[in-house]
């Protein structure tokens, strides 16, 4: 699958910038996502706030070569379908995304 489809451009969109709460798979997840100034790169690193679960990966969007997902340590297809089923909560603040001196 490429990650330009509408399905999962579509489903990205929709996760906020900063972070987020949400459910995916009938669990609890928070979600950290990044969007750079020009609209290049998205970064999302999320985690299962029951278990020991992670999602990361960095989106590239390039005019020449078009997009290119890039998961880390992981397949794609969990990248995928985690962005096309998590469900961010509409009642909660969207926070800033957190910094972490890893990163």
């Given at each position: 699958?490429?990650?330009?489809?509408?399905?999962?451009?579509s489903a990205l969109a929709l996760i906020p910038e900063g972070y987020s709460?949400?459910?995916?798979?009938?669990?609890?997840?928070?979600?950290?996502?990044?969007?750079?100034?020009?609209?290049?790169?998205?970064?999302?690193?999320?985690?299962?706030?029951?278990?020991?679960?992670?999602?990361?990966?960095?989106?590239?969007?390039?005019?020449?070569?078009?997009?290119?997902?890039?998961?880390?340590?992981?397949?794609?297809?969990?990248?995928?379908?985690?962005?096309?089923?998590?469900?961010?909560?509409?009642?909660?603040?969207?926070?800033?995304?957190?910094?972490?001196?890893s990163r």
């Amino acid at each position: 699958m490429n990650p330009a489809d509408a399905p999962f451009t579509s489903a990205l969109a929709l996760i906020p910038e900063g972070y987020s709460e949400g459910s995916f798979e009938g669990g609890r997840w928070g979600a950290t996502v990044k969007r750079s100034p020009d609209g290049k790169r998205i970064w999302l690193y999320a985690e299962d706030l029951a278990g020991n679960d992670i999602v990361s990966f960095n989106l590239y969007l390039l005019e020449t070569s078009g997009s290119t997902l890039k998961p880390c340590e992981m397949s794609s297809e969990k990248v995928i379908a985690f962005v096309l089923g998590y469900r961010p909560d509409s009642d909660q603040p969207i926070l800033p995304a957190k910094r972490s001196a890893s990163r």
